[in-house]
């Protein structure tokens, strides 16, 4: 089922509820802000003869607004947006190899490389990021959290057992497939950071304001968590983890906000086929392969799905949203999945239509039904009129997955606090 939808989106003024702390912590589960910092990864290697194409995705909620990047991308710096519109730019940075030249008197999965390759982008009304980054057929995309969503803990999961790149036990560094995973730790702060990589090992370092921080990571270091003292995003990456018949491709993810309490995660079905999930909280570091009797996965941490050629950060039941908006890439196969309360499959709307229709799937162990509709809009927004659901926005070449959670514009359901209008 494809739905094409032209429209603009407009956030009415919400009641602001009587509990100001729950009306606070709704706020800051939506992907909505004014500052975002972006980084493109290493994909495949930094010598491979093709360019990348990297792109920043922005969607405007309102009317009048003006978006500044920098440095400035093709398009130019300043831009104004209508509520609704999605806009993409062509970006050229890109971090390379990790770079020890001044540290050479210490081990190389003991310091920072550190790069700045960032780029900053600011709104006058919110907006949500996302990123894509293409090279060849390696493909993959990550949702940008805001500068003041940003958290200073996060929870680092475990390497994935990849056939040719970590199961072998000798990493060689200058080949990226054989290569190690990396962190990629980004200051937005106007002050240097203080990070710490924690656990029964421990790294430390700082991080000037607007720079990025890379490290290598293994399963055979004890590290559980990045602690800073001021908010830090944090993505979980590989620029060449082997997939299939020789080929390598790009591995990244956003890693969530460290949690200190028990979560409850559903997992789609249409991504489960050969698919692990990778698990970590403040005692446990390490991964389990999906169940088909039960499609949940319990966590005090971060859960993330892992398959060949996707690192998925799944949502957990307590984050949940009522509105998101979900991007197109242009020769690919575009798809949205939606996972949602059997009893709350009514009230659904792709765009300004209902979903009527759709191919339900049950989420066996749960309560949970998930759909999968293909997308051909520039931009697609998925709205619940009455409850809240997750929504993932995913894609597909030559049998290789990318994705990320789809940006959650609101967490309060109903039609009074949308309106989709024809533009």
Known sequence: MTRTSGLVFLLLAAQIPADLFSFTASQTLTSTGKEFIVVFPENIAYYHPSSPENKIWI?????????????????????????????????????????????????????????????????????????????????????????????????????????????????????????????????????TVKVAIKGGDEISGDIKSGKVAQIWVTNTLTFQFVEADKPVAVFFSHPCATQFECTCGLLHAMLPPAKNRTMKFPVPPVLAEQASILLSDQHFRGYESFKSYSAVVQSAGTAILYQPSLLLTLIPEEEFGSCFVVPFIENKKNFLIIVVHKEHKDGIHVGKFPLNNADWQELKGTDYVSTNLSTSSPNTFVWHNSSTMAVYFVGNENNTWFGNPAPVVSVTPGKEAHSVLNS
């Open 59 to 191: 969607t405007a909620l309102h009317n009048d607004t003006v978006i500044t990047i920098s440095p400035p991308p093709a398009e130019g710096s300043y831009q104004n947006l209508k509520a609704g519109e999605t806009k993409s730019f062509k970006m050229t940075q890109e971090l390379g190899k990790l770079d020890f030249n001044n540290y050479v008197n210490s081990a190389p999965f003991e310091v920072f490389s550190i790069s700045d390759k960032t780029i900053n982008i600011t709104s006058s009304k919110d907006v949500v990021v996302q990123a894509i980054s293409i090279k060849k057929r390696s493909v993959q995309s990550a949702l940008v959290i805001p500068a003041d969503k940003l958290s200073m803990k996060y929870f680092l999961p475990p390497v994935p057992e990849i056939e040719g790149t970590t199961d072998q036990g000798v990493l060689v560094v200058n080949v990226t497939e054989r290569g190690p995973f990396r962190l990629i730790i980004i200051n937005p702060s106007k002050d």
